[in-house]
């Protein structure tokens, strides 16, 4: 199975700051990289596919990469995106997360 | 509007199976040639990682998590836009929030674009 990293696993950052998220994958997935964002109690959603931007997505939101490591970035927080950050591999199954990066306020 | 809600038991005992039913609205199971998507169950421990668990698509194509050892069993009713996952032997570790979740093909790529509210599950006697 191919293992998802993220790094941090947690951050803490005011409303406006750039934030950056890192993702690896454990062998090389070309852009088969999606971006979830998750709240508490709540279902993920998705934010980025393969660098494309989901319907609806604030473009405070992209994403970079290709291979095994993974950016997203959000180009200035806010009080909307405090939440958790899952990356997920659809290179190949078994689908794999990562564990999640939480951005919480500063 | 896409909208998928599951649906099953709070709780269930070990060794028992565990059913979950995804009831979804707004696109079809049926196959269509030119947009391949389905429905996907993904799950989520107290606390921890998402894991995907198996997906079915519109044209019948089943896909399974083989770490979950052979347990798993995913079909679909189209006439009752229903989803249904079996897993049987649950455990403890089954212990989760169940997802399911819309999945989409664009060329080659699979993503999760609409989901359900999820379902906590409990497998405790």
């Known amino acids: 199975d191919i293992q998802m990293t993220q790094s941090p696993s947690s951050l803490s950052a005011s409303v406006g700051d750039r934030v950056t998220i890192t993702c690896r994958a454990s062998q090389r997935i070309s852009t088969f990289l999606n971006w979830y964002q998750q709240k508490p109690g709540k279902a993920p959603k998705l934010l980025i596919f393969?660098?494309n931007l989901h319907s609806g997505v604030p473009s405070r939101f992209s994403a970079s990469g290709s291979g095994a490591d993974f950016t997203l970035t959000i180009s200035s927080l806010q009080p909307d995106d405090f939440a958790t950050y899952h990356c997920q591999q659809s290179y190949r199954t078994p689908f794999t997360f990562g564990p999640g990066t939480k951005i919480d306020i500063k | 509007q896409v909208t998928l809600k599951e649906s099953g038991p709070v709780l269930v005992k070990p060794t028992e199976t565990l059913t979950l039913t995804c009831t979804v609205s707004g696109f079809s199971l049926s196959a269509v040639r030119w947009d391949v998507m389905g429905v996907t169950w993904i799950r989520q421990p107290p606390g921890k990682a998402l894991e995907w668990i198996a997906h079915?698509?519109?044209?019948?194509?089943?896909s399974y998590n083989m770490s979950l050892n052979n347990r798993l069993t995913i079909s679909k009713d189209t006439s009752k836009s229903q989803v249904v996952l079996s897993l049987t032997n649950v455990d403890p570790e089954d212990t989760a929030t169940y997802y399911c979740?819309?999945?989409?093909?664009?060329?080659?790529?699979?993503?999760?674009?609409?989901w359900g509210q999820g379902a906590l599950v409990t497998v405790s006697s």
């Open positions: 079915i698509l519109s044209n019948d194509e089943k």
């Open positions: 979740a819309r999945i989409r093909i664009v060329g080659t790529a699979y993503y999760f674009d609409y």
């Open positions: 393969a660098s």
